[in-house]
């Protein structure tokens, strides 16, 4: 059962020169693992550092954006962009038209509406029109045009001063008055 004592003496060394080996290794290891574990804690540190500076940093990017385009934004920079129009106020001879006032029932308000644009300041006309196809009613009748929406955009190009109109036709059915066609609007404007 047992190894004779000459057999047991000779495998002693090597035994003993195994579990060194091993030791050294043990050693060796928990070494590495306390510089990883000092390594891992720097990191994390570090990047702990790191996410407080980004935030840091989003918040300030934040009130930059809120002071660039925030509520205020116009009233500090009014003065930088009141000479951009400098030029085209020179060169277009537009009067200013007042609005007036409608008395209400138990008080005062101001007309709604823009400020009208001098008839003296040449005009475009773009028309916006519906596709030929659309003019049709369900029907088979053709609609009529029944009249039209205008709104008007003060265009400035340097040295030129037009006013360009966009005209929407809107078309009506005069024959079933658009009761024939209920996937479609009675009056239909581009």
Avoid: W
């Avoid at 050294?24 to 306390?34: A, F, M």
């Avoid at 550092?49 to 934004?73: C, M, T």
């Avoid at 930088?80 to 129009?85: A, E, I, P, T």
């Avoid at 001098?118 to 003019?135: G, N, Q, T, Y």
């Amino acid at each position: 059962m047992g190894l004779p004592e000459a057999a047991r003496q000779s495998l002693q060394p090597e035994i003993r020169s195994y579990i060194e080996r091993l030791e050294s290794e043990l050693d060796e290891t928990r070494t590495s693992q306390n510089q990883a574990e000092a390594e891992r804690e720097s990191v994390q540190a570090r990047y702990q550092a790191l996410e407080i500076r980004y935030d840091h940093l989003k918040e300030e990017y934040r009130l930059l954006l809120y002071k660039k385009f925030g509520r205020s934004s116009e009233k500090e920079s009014g003065e930088d962009q009141q000479s951009l129009f400098e030029e085209a106020e020179a060169t277009a001879d537009t009067e200013v038209v007042e609005t007036g006032t409608i008395t209400v029932e138990k008080h005062t308000r101001e007309k709604s509406g823009g400020k009208s644009i001098d008839d003296s300041v040449p005009r475009v006309d773009i028309l916006h029109d519906i596709p030929e196809a659309e003019k049709l009613c369900a029907c088979d009748h053709r609609l009529v045009r029944i009249g039209e929406e205008v709104s008007e955009r003060l265009q400035v190009i340097p040295e030129q001063v037009y006013v360009e109109r966009h005209i929407r036709p809107k078309y009506a059915c005069h024959h079933c008055e658009g009761s024939q066609d209920e996937d479609k609007p009675a009056v239909r404007i581009a």
